[in-house]
C-alpha cells in the first residue's frame, strides 16, 4: 500500500528535481552530482539531460549569460499530500512504534493537522501469527527513554554504560559500542547489536534486546575504531548452515524465498523433483528464532541437517502435538 501510494508522487527523480528546485540558481556540476548520489547506478546516463536546458530537457531550468542554471519557477516546490496519503500518516501515527523516533512536539503537530483525517486503517483490524505475546511495550515512558538513548548511541557511535537482563535472568553489565538497530517482527522486538569493551577494546560481540536494558548512560566518548558491519555478523556466523529441503507445494519455494531473503543462502534445484536444497547461514543467537520461521512452513519443508538442528525441531514438533492432545482430551 505504501508504494503505491508514494512511488509516483515522490519517487526519486521527483525528489532529486525538487531538491535541485530549492535553489533559485545552480549549476551543471551540481546537477550531475546530485543524480549521480541520489538517483540510481543508471541515472546519470540519461536523467542530467532531462534537467539540463536541451532538446530532451523537461524546462525545469534555463541557461543564464554566465552558464549557471536558474529556477523556473517563482518559488520552490512545496509538497502536497493527497488525501489517501494523509489518511495513510493518520494511520501510521495510531502504530506506537513510529513515536519512538519522533519527539513530542513533531507528534502533536502532526495529530493537529491530522486531526480532521480519518485513518486508512486501524490496528486491530490486523491478525498476526507465529509471533510471541511477550512483546515490547512501546508505549512505556522509560522504554522509549531507553529506545532514544540507545538510537542516539547508533548515530554517534558513542560509548556507553548498560546493565541489563539476560534471557536467563542474569543480571550484566558493561561498557557497549551499539552498531546497529533492528525491529524483529517475529518477537514484536527492538534489539541491538553491539560489541562489548574492555579497556576500550572488543572483547565480543553480541545481541541486547532493548526492553530488557535496566539503564543506560552516554559515557561522553566516542569509538573511533572503524566498524564493519560485515565483519560483525561474520564472527556471529555459525559454524555449519542449516541445510533445508523445500518442496514446491503451496508455492513453498516462493514463500521460503521471500521469508528468508535477508539471509546468506546457497541454492540448489532438483530438475526431477522441483525442489529445492538451500544451505542457510544465520546468527547463532538467532537459532530459535530460526526454527520457528522453519517450523511456521509446516510439511512444505524438511531440516536435514545439522543434526543439532533437526533434533531441537523434533522436540519441538513433539511438544506442540503433546500439547495438541492434552486440548483435546479436555475438550
Same mark, same amino acid.
Given at each position: 500500500?505504501?508504494?503505491?501510494?508514494?512511488?509516483e508522487?515522490?519517487?526519486?527523480?521527483?525528489?532529486?528535481?525538487?531538491?535541485?528546485l530549492? /535553489?533559485?540558481?545552480?549549476?551543471?556540476?551540481?546537477v550531475?552530482?546530485?543524480v549521480?548520489?541520489?538517483?540510481?547506478?543508471?541515472?546519470v546516463?540519461f536523467?542530467?539531460?532531462?534537467l539540463?536546458?536541451?532538446e530532451?530537457?523537461w524546462?525545469?531550468?534555463?541557461?543564464?549569460?554566465?552558464?549557471?542554471l536558474e529556477?523556473?519557477?517563482?518559488?520552490?516546490?512545496?509538497?502536497v499530500?493527497?488525501?489517501?496519503?494523509?489518511?495513510?500518516?493518520?494511520?501510521?501515527l495510531?502504530?506506537?512504534?513510529?513515536?519512538?523516533?519522533?519527539?513530542?512536539?513533531?507528534?502533536?503537530?502532526?495529530?493537529?493537522?491530522?486531526?480532521?483525517v480519518?485513518?486508512?486503517?486501524?490496528?486491530?483490524?490486523?491478525?498476526?501469527?507465529?509471533?510471541f505475546?511477550?512483546?515490547?511495550?512501546?508505549?512505556?515512558?522509560?522504554y522509549t527513554?531507553?529506545?532514544?538513548?540507545?538510537?542516539?548511541?547508533v548515530?554517534?557511535?558513542?560509548i556507553?554504560?548498560?546493565?541489563?537482563t539476560?534471557?536467563?535472568g542474569?543480571r550484566?553489565?558493561? /561498557?557497549?559500542?551499539l552498531?546497529?538497530?533492528?525491529?524483529?517482527?517475529?518477537?514484536?522486538?527492538?534489539?541491538?547489536y553491539?560489541?562489548?569493551?574492555?579497556?576500550?577494546?572488543v572483547?565480543?560481540?553480541?545481541?541486547?534486546?532493548?526492553?530488557?536494558?535496566? /539503564?543506560?548512560?552516554?559515557?561522553?566518548?566516542?569509538?573511533r575504531?572503524?566498524?564493519?558491519?560485515?565483519?560483525?555478523?561474520l564472527?556471529?556466523?555459525?559454524?555449519?548452515?542449516?541445510?533445508?529441503r523445500?518442496?514446491?507445494?503451496r508455492?513453498?519455494?516462493?514463500?521460503?524465498?521471500?521469508?528468508?531473503a535477508?539471509?546468506?543462502?546457497?541454492?540448489?534445484?532438483?530438475?526431477?523433483?522441483?525442489?529445492?536444497?538451500?544451505?542457510?547461514?544465520?546468527?547463532?543467537?538467532?537459532?530459535?528464532?530460526?526454527?520457528?520461521?522453519?517450523?511456521?512452513?509446516?510439511?512444505?519443508?524438511?531440516?536435514?541437517?545439522?543434526?543439532?538442528l533437526?533434533e531441537?525441531?523434533?522436540?519441538?514438533?513433539k511438544?506442540?502435538?503433546?500439547l495438541?492432545e492434552?486440548?483435546?482430551e479436555?475438550?
Open positions: 500500500m505504501m508504494m503505491n501510494i508514494f512511488s508522487i515522490y519517487g526519486t527523480y521527483f525528489r532529486i528535481a525538487a531538491k535541485l530549492e /535553489k533559485q540558481v545552480t549549476d551543471e556540476k551540481t550531475r552530482e546530485t549521480q548520489r541520489e538517483g540510481f547506478r543508471d541515472s546516463l536523467l542530467p539531460q532531462k539540463l536546458p536541451g530532451e530537457s524546462g525545469l531550468f534555463r541557461r543564464l549569460s554566465d552558464n549557471s529556477r523556473i519557477t517563482k518559488n520552490a516546490p512545496v509538497k499530500l493527497t488525501r489517501l496519503q494523509k489518511m495513510w500518516l493518520r494511520a501510521k495510531s502504530d506506537p512504534r513510529i513515536r519512538l523516533f519522533m519527539d513530542e512536539d513533531t507528534l502533536t503537530a502532526l495529530e493537529k493537522k491530522l486531526a480532521d480519518p485513518p486508512l486503517y486501524r490496528r486491530e483490524q490486523f491478525g498476526f501469527t507465529d509471533r505475546s511477550d512483546c515490547d511495550d512501546f508505549l512505556s515512558q522509560r527513554e531507553v529506545f532514544r538513548t540507545a538510537l542516539t548511541a548515530k554517534r557511535r558513542s556507553v554504560y548498560i546493565e541489563f539476560s534471557g536467563h542474569k550484566m553489565g558493561g /561498557k557497549f559500542v552498531l546497529k538497530m533492528e525491529y524483529s517482527p517475529k518477537n514484536d522486538k527492538f534489539r541491538a553491539c560489541y562489548l569493551l574492555r579497556n576500550d577494546r572483547k565480543s560481540s553480541g545481541i541486547i534486546n532493548i526492553g530488557r536494558i535496566n /539503564k543506560i548512560a552516554d559515557t561522553g566518548r566516542v569509538f575504531t572503524p566498524v564493519s558491519m560485515e565483519s560483525y555478523f564472527s556471529r556466523k555459525c559454524s555449519s548452515p542449516a541445510v533445508i523445500v518442496k514446491p507445494e508455492n513453498g519455494v516462493e514463500r521460503f524465498m521471500l521469508e528468508f535477508s539471509y546468506e543462502k546457497h541454492t540448489v534445484r532438483d530438475l526431477e523433483t522441483g525442489e529445492y536444497t538451500v544451505e542457510l547461514w544465520y546468527d547463532r543467537q538467532d537459532e530459535t528464532e530460526l526454527l520457528i520461521q522453519l517450523l511456521s512452513f509446516g510439511p512444505v519443508v524438511e531440516i536435514t541437517g545439522p543434526q543439532h533437526r531441537q525441531a523434533k522436540i519441538r514438533i511438544k506442540q502435538y503433546e495438541l492434552r486440548y483435546r479436555e475438550g
